[in-house]
């Protein structure tokens, strides 16, 4: 992960979160196709304000 400012607040207390929902993970799947393998989602936040700077999934080649 890169460490770089929030655009928001300028801290550079960047750090990684993974998406998820009350009743579990959050998954992405490839658009329409649904029985391939999904991906879950990450993001990168900024601790001290709650800025979210990136959502990203972790294992792209399973949406392919």
């Known amino acids: 992960m890169n460490q770089h ?3 928001k607040c300028n ?3 960047i750090q990684k979160g993974v998406m998820g929902a009350t ?3 959050v ?4 658009d329409k196709n649904f029985q ?3 991906s879950t989602i990450s ?3 900024c ?8 959502f ?3 294992t792209p080649e399973n949406l392919g």
């Not at 998954?27 to 490839?30: I, L, N």
């Not at 601790?47 to 990136?54: E, V």
Request: hydrophobic share 20%; charged share 15%; proline share 10%.
């Open 5 to 7: 400012a929030c655009p």
């Open 11 to 13: 801290s550079q207390d």
């Open 23 to 25: 009743v579990g993970q």
């Open 27 to 30: 998954y992405m799947y490839p």
């Open 36 to 38: 391939k393998t999904p």
């Open 43 to 45: 993001t990168e936040y």
């Open 47 to 54: 601790r001290n304000c709650g800025y979210i700077l990136s």
């Open 56 to 58: 990203y999934v972790d």
